[in-house]
């Protein structure tokens, strides 16, 4: 339901005919701030008690007198731990840590408790709470069979990786993540995808078709690029305004989904990852591309001539691979053997993806070396203008609620004001007339 309205305009300007499958579109993403405050670990683990406390004090205030010391907490928990200076020394900032791990703990131990309402249990607050004690503590018997809490040590206890790492006891779904070494940002990602058709050659303004939206995805901030370019497509063609060129920087292509969108119709225009081997890296000796690939015989012709000895289809992170083997003999005899490998065996090996992911990524790493295909790309750039244009309208980078569902709900909103505000501007070129029926008309579609 949060897309709807959304999805009723894209409707209404395909069926106007501003919105056309075939054309051109073009993605890009940006960051997204949470609704809630940064908090640093200690102030996580506080925070997180003092919620789950708040929480019980409304759900079920007799039984939380009768199970825990309320006077105690309260002199802890009655402000927000953010509100107040953390202590500067080391010593007394452990020693809280240690205070709000025993506290959690106790209050856990008293939810699970045989006589505490299993409805407890339940609350979302106390729910937090156990995972982020899970993610900040560590529990251990001592010589006397007592419990004792410690902060955990990521070198010797380990941590949950970033995308299950909860940063608020507010929002369960915000994250911390990063782009590059100076953005660093807790909250979410949206995706903005438009339409960028060259269509202003000779024609009239009433002609012309405005840039519109045509999909907006959030996601939670860790969630890379790639992850969301399929769901992109899929959304495009059910809305029937599938793209036949689809413009996207590197972050959003593989060599699968490449080949799969070429399959349905769809050119994503994007530059593929380079090789990321040590000869390629250096510029010097022969990478991949160096080797010359024989499907039929299942052999390849490395630069000095050699044929390869093994072929041997395997399995590496869940997708089909080729693992391609030179004999140590001829690798030893080399004359170029130091151009070629360092590996301690001596001779060398190659991994290949399947012939149709291959000869893909081959064909697209050597087209988008060519002058032709970087001025083509340069359209891609535009999508950052209407990224501008949404944060300066519509506040699109900070979360007005708390959640990716409600979250989601207002980058559909800002996506439909966009496409609002341009079809506005695109009829107010024309007759007034025309343009205040037809936005007459278009609020009367979208409230239906």
Known sequence: MERLIFDRLVEHCRQEGLISAGGKQRTDSTHVISAVPDLNRLELAGESVRAALEALSIAAPAWLGRAMPVAELELRYAARVDSWR?????????????VYGQDALALLHA???PDAPRWLREIEAVQLLRRIFMQTYYVHTDARGREVVRKREAEKDGVPPGHLRLASPYDADAR??????????????VHLTETCDDSTGGATAEARTPNLVTDVATTVSTAPDVTATAGIQQRLTERQVKPGEHYLDSGYPSAELVTAAAHEGIAMITPLLADHSRQAQAAEGFDKSAFRVDWTARQVRCPEGRTSTGWYPVQQHGHDAIVIEFARSDCGSCPSRDKCTTAARGNRMLTLRLRELHETVAAARAKQKTDTWQAKYALRAGVEGTINQALDVTGLRRARYRGLPKVSLQHAYSATAINVIRLDAHWSEG??????SRLTRLAHQLAA
Do not use: H, I, M, N
Not at 86 to 98: I, M, N, Q, V, Y
Not at 176 to 189: I, Q, R, T, V
């Open 86 to 98: 953390l202590p500067t020394s080391k010593t007394k900032r452990d020693r809280l840590a240690e």
């Open 176 to 189: 911390w993540s990063a782009k590059g070494d100076e953005l660093f940002w807790c909250g979410y990602k």
């Open 431 to 436: 007759p007034q007339r025309p343009r205040t």
């Open 111 to 113: 939810v699970r408790a």
